[in-house]
């Protein structure tokens, strides 16, 4: 007897009014399936395919010639089987061909889908493509190893998009925009300065943090010659790199190869790969891949039925489901060891409930403990799922090996995304509460003033390997648009470099994870638009000209990086450590910022470190502790390995608006 289902969104209640299959009352009643071998599992003899979809009527796989056109040459019916999956058998070798899923609910044909596991896809993703993924392997790819920190402190994460760093005319990369943008060496600017992955290299960051590279829906593969841009932050397969990415998006095996090429040079120069993934929400609900596959279930819905929709996006996956879990647990373990990345990001984090991260915590460290993992501990708008239970910054404690956003230093330093007034580096008093909260990486620091902060109420970080300290993202105005925009009255350009270097003098002086934007470090702006996730090249990309221009802040970043990775002491793995060596002291001067690591702190060569940081617009006179120290940055100047200065004298004049670092 024939089956229909009514499927009620809000609580993802099924009825089934007839029929001789399993009636499921809820949600929760899915089987669960324990297999690997979900989709697609080819071989030159033949290949097997199961789909995941228990509240099915009929499920149908076509197969096809062509990636995007034309009609299926063959369709087959699939079988029932276990905890609620489908299964079909093709013998004969099926590589070059494509295949679709499609599910019928009730009297109701669902739209065709190349599945939610699916690893290669034809040009646009709408269909998946049968490949053999040994031949996607680059020469020399089973010696590729992972890039990993000792500590995660140790890391230096450099956020960027794909298209940013190479599209621009003095780039002097030939593969604009591609993956293989970063495989090129020997790259220059118009003066002859390195650019690309020689920047990468010179600058010193030990990780690059690529915007999502999956592959999303918002740019068609079609259309590649109208350069339209996106973050890509709207996903549509999640286990495929994005096709625009590639020199060749209609070839299923390019995109992979090429992807597998960038990893391979990056690790090759010493350089580790974090990947920004996007799974809290579809860029399409109800048409989404997931949701053509088993309606309903992979999402959250609110009480009257709507969609729920913390991430913004118009939707939010429901990741404390048993199979939505799973799909995002094996998900990033595959491009852990399939693409051999180091590290992942997670958008929105809050949308995601504490036992699947720690999930996909555990399960990294059964192929490395040592892969980077970091998110964003908050939600754009209100989730259904209780917060004790988000993946959220304050519940950062009950997270294993996971780190959080501090947006704390970010809007303490240049000021709140929110409103128009400056922040600590531009000259506004009232903030060093929040600056020393962050510098001991929001942890529950003796003498901190917690009621005088910026976001947080409280602590929140019980280590510092907790949190990443920033002060600019692709988010929002990046930082010198920032500055700009909420500079103080009469504040100059030249005044906008110091405020400039000070902020990331405070990233890189701080316990915890540094992160800069890539660009940052050559004086980027993004001729003040504030999020620009579909702003035209003219405004993403990173003139690589600015490096000649602004040579000096490039120094100066590059000096501020190779202090960090020479002197252990920024970078303690432990609160008790970091309590026993990390003092502040009280100068008695408003706007001004003095603190010291003392004793060799986390095993540091150089016995004392005394760091002040003067937030104020002019030059400051404070009294150091006794003793001869030798300054290694002072006033926009910094030369991590020999001393600009030797100073014994007590009384001190503190630059305007910059940072003096010293030893002894």
Known sequence: ??????????????????????????????????GNDLELTYSPSGSKFR??????????????????????????????????????????????????????????????????????????????????????????????KHVLPEHVTDAVLYEVHMRDFSVSPNSGIKNKGKFLAFTEKGTKNTAGQSTGIDHLKELGITHVHLLPSYDYASVDETK????????????????VPEGSYSTDPSNPVSRIKEFKQMVQSLHSEGIGVVMDVVYNHTYVGEESHL???????????????????????????????????????????????????????FDLMGIHDIETMNAIRA??????????????????????????KRAVKKNVSKLNGIAVFSDDIRDALKGNWMNEFPGFVSGRDSLENAVKFSIVASTPYPGIDTTKLVHSKAPYATQPTQVINYVSCHDDMCLVDKLRKRK????????????????????????????????????RDKKGVNNTYESPDSINQINWDN??????????????????????????????????????????????????????????S???????????????????????????????????SIPLMTVKNPLFTLGASSASIMYK
Not at 492 to 520: D, H, M, R, W
Not at 577 to 604: C, Q, R, W, Y
């Open 291 to 345: 949701n053509l596959l088993v309606p309903g279930y992979f999402y959250r819905f609110n009480a009257d039925s709507t969609w729920s929709n913390a991430s913004g996006c118009g939707n939010e996956t429901a990741s404390d489901r048993a199979m939505m879990r799973k799909f995002i647990v094996e998900s990033v373990v595959y491009w852990a060891t399939e693409y051999h990345v180091d590290g992942f990001r």
């Open 1 to 34: 007897m024939k089956k229909t289902w009514i499927i009620l969104a809000i609580s993802g209640i099924l009825i089934s009014c007839t029929g001789s299959g399993k009636k499921f009352k809820s949600y929760e009643e899915f089987p669960v399936y324990e």
């Open 51 to 144: 789909v995941w979809s228990p509240a099915a009527d009929e499920v149908k796989l076509l197969l096809f010639d062509n990636g995007l056109d034309g009609s299926a040459y063959e369709m087959k019916d699939m079988k029932r089987s276990k905890s609620g999956t489908w299964i079909a058998n093709v013998k004969g070798d099926l590589k070059g061909k494509y295949y679709t899923f499609q599910v019928k609910m009730g009297e109701k044909w669902l739209n065709e889908t190349p599945g939610m596991w699916v690893k290669a896809v034809g040009i646009n993703g709408k269909r998946a493509a049968i490949i053999d993924i040994n031949e996607t392997n680059p020469d020399g790819w089973e010696n590729d």
């Open 606 to 640: 150089w016995k004392d470190i005394l760091v002040i940081l003067n937030g104020n617009r002019k030059n400051v006179k404070v009294e150091i502790p006794e003793g001869e120290w030798n300054v290694v940055c002072h006033d926009g100047k910094i030369s991590p």
């Open 547 to 604: 490096k000649t221009t602004y040579n000096d802040i490039f120094q100066y970043y590059q000096g501020l990086i190779a202090l960090r990775k020479a002197h252990p002491a920024f970078r303690m793995t432990d609160f008790e450590m970091m309590k026993k060596h990390l003092k502040f002291i009280e100068l008695n001067v408003p706007n001004v910022i003095a603190f010291t690591l003392s004793d060799n702190a986390n095993g540091d």
């Open 488 to 523: 103080p009255a009469g504040a100059t350009e030249a005044e906008i470099q110091k405020f400039n270097k000070l902020a990331q003098t405070v990233v890189f002086t701080s316990q915890g994870i540094p992160f800069i934007y890539a660009g940052e470090e050559i004086y």
């Open 224 to 239: 590649l010659k109208e350069n339209k841009y996106n973050w890509g932050y709207d996903p549509l397969n999640y286990n």
């Open 363 to 388: 399960a990294l460290d059964k192929v490395n403990p040592k892969i980077i993992l970091y998110g964003e501990g908050w939600t754009a708008a209100a989730s259904p799922l209780g917060e004790e």
